[in-house]
């Protein structure tokens, strides 16, 4: 095939890419959680069928169908609906405008959806159809669950209250709500009074609307509506809980349920738990009102992301965690309990289809007939809202008043009709004073011929309310506070002939997504008067023109639209996160006290402040109690206890508070200094380092200090650190971030230090600093320790934590069978990893790169030695626990693995290799699926002759799987001791027929640990215009490395860390890279394996003058506040990128060692490359041979045979200009590998 240049950039892609308008894939189900059910429960005692059955909820209806006309779920025949329409056309009141409807609140002849089982019917319920339309179009692509309550259920025929309901009749029900929808009903008794008209209805929907105080009590009944509100909040969490399956997805909605995530994270930690608020959320200032403010907080920030309609209400709740719970916050997400909660704003939408399906109804043709005909003439303003303070229908007749006063060319013109539906409360008041508006406009404006406000306060059926919006000359819409509002996007759905145009409040939640509509301040009658006469005489084209931007924006995002952004952005989310580290749980203290005991020698290390003390906002007050001393005596009295208090406090801080405990170690300021617990002086760890740094690091804290009030500073010998506890909560967070980034760019970038962001303070210190290389140090002393214990609360902590991790997985070598010797395997009870995204992209100075993995499970181990081993093993039922299964080479093929993944019950694969064949053998279970991978994108994509890459094309552990598999050589030295032990393992458990505990198990961990960050990298400097430039390139991804974290795939790792072990060797180097004659271009390309995208778009973007349009692409940029976002980058210095300055390119493929050669590939035979080949080889040889036993660097075409570039991201630059010096270095010479 023929391949142009520019034919492939990251936008043409992106359907490769995940999350970029594909539905993405759930292992489980979407369960849908809702206050009340979709339905009305009617019960009766006569099981005879409806004579007249209703339509459908899934449809409108519009659709026939051939089903016998009792009732059922897919609709009513053609001659049901047309004796219903006929009926209404005989009836003058189902016919007739609303005008001339009685002010009642019966409601008309809807036609809803009625299902019958036995004694019940379940009906279609009325309101909220954006959530229950959006949550149903799940269902096309996903199995959904839908829990909820059953609201009142009343008697058929009345409005009595059934009382009780026997246990038959409940499964009667339950079976007719799942094999209507997949629902599942929770039955409440009497709390649920209290729970939706007390504490939901009378507290929280108030508040955050902001109205405080209104329904003051004396507070005996808020505790009692409180403890209802927690009591259903639990029952729903119990009936998710127990009908959660591994792999579903919870979506929890609404304010009447912020409790429930963190009840069922209490319990299912694991769990993806997605909570959509679909109210306002209110400020800060107005949510400390509510006394149980921290409770539904944390209620919330069980959820692994939290959604709101707008940024607003998204930038609302994260304020409130930052002011009342003291959470560390950025712009998309809150810091809780050491994970990151996710916040976003998810518009809901409409379901447009079925808005213009309603539209077309045969009765709503003669309705709007009707209205133009009794408003002949007349220009009529629609508005049609719940009667509420918060709707702003007082606040709309003012301004209509005003309208008609300013504008007297409109009387008798224009004519209001207002529709204000009744909703739950006491309204006298406000009805009252809407009564004596229209009373005043109407006894002042009309006459016994016209009356300029038609206001009836009651509901109206489908028909009529479509007719209204018809035929409206202009929407007004004044809600003073709103979630959404729907009836925006309802109006203009059925203004699509008219174009009639919409004045919003610029305080309904739709208004950030309706910048075509006309949006006013409700308090602001004059201006809403001035858009009515500017909306009353606009033009044709005016009109056009904002109508088919509304209406574009409201048949786009949808109710689906909007159901399935959330649930993408929830798998999105949690994929990210390490969710096995979503809370920590509480320490096992029956297991520590166990192990305790049986420890001959045991270490201990205590942080200070936060774990022995807590948290003061005055540093000098934490001073420990009489008690701790106590404790921390007896640990010390125990000859075989080694107890270390590791600390950032300085040194006289610590031998004035903890100097008189005998027999303590003690470590200060993050371990630059130490005091032996025999010793009585202190030795300095940081004599020879240079601290000069110090005194422009203090010039800078003290300019914020100046305009902080609350912050102050703390001068220790080895660090200096920015105190701002005291401070305003969200603006010390504002002013800590500033003062990063100014450290950053003056100090960081140019000196060994590194800035540690602690709980509300910012310390600089040197970075060879750290509480971890403290440990170390004193770990190495005691080699013989049998238990080691390690208590922290802060950031400063990781180190020892990450410190003592790496030094558990060395001592196990992955595999933990039984209890190890090194006790560390309480880390994961102790130790919430705060960096819980499994990959982190980006390299600069203020971030890192790597990767860190969990711990995928144990499983009990089980051999299997043949084909029929196997089949026995997955065909026998009873073995329902969790196994790591241990089996010959030969079986680890692609439907074996398959098959043992489909079971559920096999956590791992451990291959047993036998020879040198197997393990080559292993190597090509690891190839990609293609013969020449992305061969058709590259720069030969033309040559008939083409040299094929990858000969074997298995593919196998290309795929994504679910389980980890290793490789184990019995015949190899060091896995011997392992393979012993697994095979005596598996012999203790045949004994015990793997049904009598306990069992032995392995614990597998993932090949890609990176617990430890790696160290900042100092920032680049500026790129001059002139000068040339070096690319050092690698790829981030190999098909799944970095996009589904397939276990153990290495190709790119070894490129990666070449290209930072480069960087980092330069910085160290003694000549500056700034007196280079070229620059040095670090770079790692990512979607490389999807047609070389990431370095494709690079090579674009700089191959064309740069022009920043800062729009938002499909794929958002990574870097916040970036100063451009199209192209994607974080410096603006990115313009000095040319592609003409291009020099020359070195990549670093997948580069194994084992063969004791690495090759150099270039693009054919030339001088030019050949020198850069040449240069490679005569410096890395040298260099490598003086040192180590290294690798050798050999020319790939030095057997004379032109193989070309294999595939890389090298290819991009030389199809944009072939003349580009260029090698790729690699494991392989002409057969890829790992």
């Known amino acids: 095939m023929t391949h142009t240049t520019d034919s492939l950039t990251a936008e043409k892609v992106a359907h490769y890419l995940p999350f970029a308008g594909h539905i993405p894939n759930i292992p489980g189900r979407v369960i849908n959680v809702t206050h009340q059910i979709p339905y009305n429960i009617l019960k009766s005692h006569d099981s005879r069928p409806e004579t007249v059955p209703m339509l459908q909820s899934h449809n409108p209806p519009t659709q026939q169908t051939s089903q016998h006309e009792s009732a059922s779920l897919a609709g009513l025949s053609t001659s049901t609906i047309s004796s219903l329409v006929n009926k209404q056309k005989q009836d003058p009141v189902a016919a007739a405008p609303v005008s001339k409807l009685a002010r009642h609140h019966q409601r008309g002849h809807t036609l809803r959806v009625k299902f019958h089982a036995a004694d019940w019917t379940v009906v279609q319920r009325r309101g909220h159809a954006a959530l229950y339309s959006g949550v149903q179009s799940l269902s096309k692509n996903y199995e959904t669950v839908h829990i909820g309550w059953t609201g009142p259920i009343h008697v058929k025929g009345t409005k009595q209250d059934v009382r009780h309901i026997y246990q038959e009749d409940k499964s009667k029900l339950e079976k007719l709500l799942w094999d209507t929808d997949h629902i599942i009903p929770i039955f409440l008794d009497r709390k649920s009074h209290g729970h939706y008209e007390g504490y939901c209805k009378e507290v929280l929907w108030p508040l955050f609307h902001y109205i405080v105080g209104e329904n003051a009590t004396d507070g005996r009944s808020e505790k009692q509506f409180w403890a209802d509100y927690v009591a259903v909040n639990q029952e729903f969490a119990n009936t998710i809980i127990a009908n959660y399956q591994k792999g579903d997805i919870i979506c929890i909605h609404d304010y009447h349920l912020l409790l429930v995530p963190e009840m069922i994270r209490a319990k299912l930690p694991n769990a993806v738990i997605g909570l959509f608020f679909h109210a306002t959320m209110p400020s800060s200032e107005i949510l400390r009102c509510l006394t149980t403010r921290n409770d539904i907080l944390r209620g919330m920030l069980g959820s692994t992301l939290v959604g709101f309609q707008t940024y607003s209400y998204a930038r609302h709740f994260i304020s409130s965690c930052t002011r009342v719970l003291g959470c560390e916050s950025t712009q998309v997400g809150v810091n809780y309990n050491g994970h990151m909660v996710a916040v976003g704003a998810f518009p809901i939408g409409i379901d447009s289809d079925r808005v213009h399906a309603y539209c077309k109804q045969p009765g709503v043709g003669p309705k709007m007939a009707a209205i133009r005909e009794m408003y002949a003439g007349k220009k009529i303003v629609i508005g049609r809202d719940k009667l509420d303070s918060t709707k702003g229908v007082l606040q709309k007749l003012h301004a209509f008043e005003q309208f008609l006063h300013r504008y007297p060319e409109w009387k008798n013109k224009v004519v209001l009709i207002q529709v204000a539906t009744p909703t739950y409360g006491d309204h006298g008041k406000l009805e009252t004073k809407i009564s004596e508006a229209v009373s005043h406009i109407n006894s002042t404006f009309g006459s016994l011929e016209f009356t300029p406000v038609h206001y009836y306060h009651q509901d109206v059926d489908r028909e009529e309310y479509y007719a209204l919006l018809a035929v409206a000359d202009v929407g007004l819409i004044t809600c003073i506070r709103d979630g959404m509002n729907t009836t925006s996007f309802e109006f203009i759905i059925c203004q699509h002939k008219n174009h009639s145009p919409l004045i919003l409040s610029e305080f309904a939640g739709t208004a950030g997504s309706l910048s075509a509509a006309m949006l006013v301040n409700p308090w602001d009658y004059s201006g809403v008067a001035k858009a009515l006469n500017e909306a009353l005489k606009m033009s044709p084209e005016d009109k056009r023109t904002r109508h088919e931007q509304l209406y574009q924006h409201v048949t786009r995002h949808t109710a689906s639209f909007w159901a399935h952004s959330f649930i993408s952005h929830l798998i999105s989310i949690s994929e990210q996160q390490t969710l096995q580290s979503h809370a920590t749980p509480a320490l096992d203290m029956t297991s520590l006290v166990n192990k305790y005991r049986r420890a001959n020698k045991r270490l201990m290390f205590f942080d200070y402040d936060g774990t022995l003390t807590p948290i003061v906002s005055t540093p000098g007050e934490a001073k420990p109690s009489p008690d701790m001393l106590k404790y921390l005596q007896t640990l010390c009295d125990d000859p075989q206890n080694h107890v270390w208090v590791v600390s950032g406090r300085d040194q006289n801080t610590l031998d004035e508070w903890l100097g008189g405990v005998q027999g303590l170690g003690l470590s200060a300021e993050h371990g630059c200094y130490m005091k032996a617990p025999s010793s009585q002086e202190w030795s300095s760890i940081v004599d020879d380092v240079d601290m000069t740094w110090k005194q422009d690091v203090a010039e800078i804290f003290a300019y914020y200090t100046e305009r902080t009030q609350g912050s102050f500073i703390e001068n220790k010998k080895s660090s200096i650190t920015w105190h701002y506890r005291t401070a305003d909560a969200t603006f010390g967070e504002f002013q800590a971030k500033e003062c990063q980034n100014h450290l950053e760019n003056a100090i960081v970038s140019k000196l060994p230090v590194e800035i540690l962001v602690g709980k509300k303070n910012l310390e600089v210190r040197p970075m060879s600093i750290n509480k971890g290389e403290i440990v170390k140090r004193i770990l190495s002393q005691h080699s013989d320790v049998e238990l080691v214990i390690c208590a922290g609360d802060d950031k400063t902590d990781e180190d020892m934590f990450k410190m ?431």
């Open 804 to 1234: 003592l991790r790496a030094a558990h997985h060395a001592s196990s070598q992955l595999w933990r069978i039984g209890m190890s010797d090194l006790e560390t395997s309480l880390y994961p009870h102790i130790y919430t990893d705060l960096v819980n995204w499994p990959c982190v992209r980006l390299l600069n100075a203020t971030h890192t790169i790597g990767c860190q993995s969990p711990s995928t499970g144990s499983g009990v181990l089980y051999q299997v030695n043949t084909q029929d081993d196997l089949n026995t093993f997955v065909n026998q039922v009873s073995l329902n626990d969790a196994f790591a299964i241990l089996l010959p080479f030969d079986l680890l093929t692609p439907n074996n693995i398959q098959t043992m993944e489909t079971t559920g019950r096999v956590t791992g694969i451990i291959a047993l290799l036998n020879s040198t064949s197997s393990q080559a053998s292993m190597s090509a279970l690891a190839s990609p699926d293609s013969h020449c991978p992305n061969c058709q994108f590259g720069l030969y994509a033309s040559d008939a002759n083409m040299h094929i890459w990858n000969p074997k094309g298995t593919g196998l552990l290309e795929e994504s799987l679910s389980i980890p598999i290793y490789g184990l050589n019995p015949t190899d030295s060091m896995s011997r001791a392992v393979y012993n032990i697994l095979m005596s393992a598996v012999n203790f458990n045949k004994q015990r027929n793997y049904d009598q505990y306990p069992l032995q198990a392995a614990d597998f961990g993932l090949l890609m640990w990176a617990a430890r960050d790696s160290e900042t990298c100092l920032r680049r400097g500026w790129l001059d215009d002139d000068k040339p430039i070096i690319v050092l390139a690698a790829g981030l991804d190999s098909r799944s490395l970095f996009h589904d974290l397939t276990k153990g795939v290495d190709t790119s790792i070894s490129g990666m860390v070449t290209v930072l072990a480069v960087a980092d060797a330069l910085s160290r180097s003694p000549v500056s890279p700034a007196s280079f004659d070229k620059h040095i271009l670090y770079t790692l390309f990512t979607a490389e394996s999807w047609g070389f995208a990431g370095s494709q778009r690079f090579v674009q973007d700089i191959s064309q003058p740069f022009v920043c349009t800062n729009n938002t692409r499909s794929s958002p940029c990574l870097y916040n506040n970036a100063p451009c976002t199209q192209p994607c980058v974080q410096d603006l210095n990115f313009k000095n990128i040319n592609m003409n300055n291009i020099d020359t390119i070195i990549e670093f493929g997948s580069i194994d060692s084992g063969n004791g050669t690495v090759w150099a590939h270039v693009d054919g035979s030339g001088s030019i490359n050949d020198d850069l080949v040449h240069a490679l080889q005569s410096n890395a040889n040298t260099n490598f041979n003086s040192n180590h036993s290294s690798p050798q660097i050999q020319a790939a075409n030095f057997d004379n045979i032109q193989r070309g570039l294999p595939p890389s991201s090298a290819m991009s630059f030389l199809k944009q200009k072939r003349s580009t010096r260029a090698v790729v270095l690699t494991g392989y010479q002409s057969e890829m590998n790992r």
